[in-house]
């Protein structure tokens, strides 16, 4: 499993670090400011899945128990931000209206892992616009009162998931809908 791992990273990191290449070229030409935009996020996301590819890597890591998190100060509010912004397209596509809600008093930095708090929150909103057809997808954090924790909410007006479907998502590799091809991710 490892040795396939390995392997497929390095396939898959040749291709992306193309894409980096060619970002990089891109960002030298002239761009509108909505062009300098999109390409910014090109790159961010391309960052992001090397990231990823990083972790497919640590594989062994986890299997052994031994995976550590890295706790960083995570500016809250730009990484949200980011989040949000990656998902605006496909939303407005769908006419769907996409909310971001940053309580008051969640505070500017927070001690987290900053790659696995974004693959969560990116999931979470994803699924949300994913399966949501029509009205709008919220996403938001409050302090949790009385604790020093934070609460992350994605609501959505999408059809929701069936009680049998609730039993078995937290199953490995287990979606609700069978029908759901990767490609439409």
Do not use: C
């Not at 996409?98 to 696995?116: E, G, Q, S």
């Amino acid at each position: 499993k490892s040795r396939y791992l390995a392997v497929m990273a390095h396939e898959i990191r040749t291709p992306m670090n193309g894409v980096t290449g060619f970002v990089d070229l891109l960002k030298s030409t002239p761009l509108n400011a909505e062009q300098r935009e999109n390409v910014e996020m090109i790159e961010r996301s391309t960052a992001n899945l090397l990231k990823l590819i990083d972790n497919v890597l640590d594989y062994s890591r986890l299997e052994a128990g031994r995976i550590e998190a890295e706790y960083l100060p995570v500016p809250l509010a730009e990484q949200m931000g980011d989040i949000a912004e990656l998902f605006r397209p496909a939303a407005a596509a769908k006419g769907i209206e996409l909310r971001l809600k940053i309580a008051p008093d969640v505070p500017a930095l927070v001690m987290t892992d900053p790659m696995r708090l974004r693959q969560i929150l990116t999931n979470l909103l994803s699924n949300a616009v994913k399966f949501t057809s029509a009205g709008s997808v919220e996403f938001s954090v409050a302090r949790v009162p009385d604790l020093p924790r934070l609460r992350f909410d994605v609501w959505d007006t999408g059809a929701g998931i069936s009680p049998e479907a609730q039993a078995r998502i937290f199953e490995l590799y287990t979606q609700a809908d069978r029908t759901i091809r990767s490609e439409e991710r």
